[in-house]
C-alpha cells in the first residue's frame, strides 16, 4: 500500500505487556491478531495493558465496577495505576454512556483531579484498541520526531503563504524604502 507521498507504508508493530487477567479477553486477541507481541505478566495491575516503547500505560475499567458495592476498591485500583504509571490513560467501557455513566466519569474527575491520568470513554473492545494504538503509536519515538518535522513544515509552509505575512512584509520593505 502507498501513501500519496509515494513512500510505502510500514506497518507499526509493538511488544505490549498485558495483565495476566486480560488473557483470552477481546483486546489480547485483537492485539494479537494485528502480529503485535504480547507478553502476559503478574506483576501489572489487574486489566492494566502497557506500550513500553511508547511510555503508556492503559487501564481498563467497566464502568458497571464503580456501581457495585466495592466501589473503594474501584478507586483503589486507579490509584495505585496512576501512582505507577506517570502517562496513563483509565479506558472506561460502557456500552452506553447516560447520565449514570458521565456521573461515575464527573467523580472519578474529581477524585483524581490535579494528576495526571486522562479518561477515554470507550464502548467496546474495538474502539479501545484502536485509541490505545493510535496513541500509542504517535507517542513512540520515531514517529513523535515524524510529527513534530511534519508540523514545523506546516508551520513554515503557512507563515510564507499567509497573506496577512506578505502585507507585513511588504510594509516593513515599504518602511525601509522611506527611511533610506
Known amino acids: 500500500m502507498a501513501e500519496s507521498d509515494g513512500q510505502e507504508k510500514v506497518r507499526w508493530i509493538a511488544t505490549v505487556i498485558v495483565s495476566s487477567s486480560l488473557q483470552g479477553h477481546e483486546i489480547s486477541v485483537s492485539l494479537q491478531n494485528q ?105 513512540s519515538k520515531p514517529y513523535v520526531d515524524n510529527i513534530r518535522y511534519r508540523m514545523l513544515m506546516a508551520k513554515t509552509q503557512i507563515g510564507e503563504q499567509s497573506p496577512v505575512w506578505k502585507m507585513l512584509h511588504q510594509s516593513q520593505l515599504d518602511c525601509n524604502l522611506n527611511t533610506s
Do not use: C
Not at 99 to 119: A, T, Y
Open 35 to 139: 502480529q503485535h507481541r504480547i507478553r502476559y505478566s503478574d506483576s501489572v495491575g489487574n486489566g492494566s495493558i502497557i506500550f513500553s516503547l511508547s511510555g503508556v500505560a492503559f487501564l481498563l475499567a467497566d464502568v458497571q465496577d464503580s456501581f457495585l458495592p466495592n466501589r473503594d476498591m474501584f478507586f483503589d485500583r486507579i490509584k495505585k495505576f496512576m501512582t505507577i504509571h506517570r502517562n496513563g490513560f483509565l479506558l472506561l467501557s460502557a456500552a452506553l454512556h447516560g447520565p449514570k455513566e458521565w456521573d461515575v466519569m464527573f467523580r472519578i474527575q474529581q477524585r483524581f483531579l490535579g494528576s495526571n491520568l486522562r479518561i477515554i470513554p470507550v464502548h467496546n473492545s474495538v474502539e479501545a484498541v484502536k485509541l490505545m494504538l493510535t496513541i500509542a503509536k504517535t507517542t
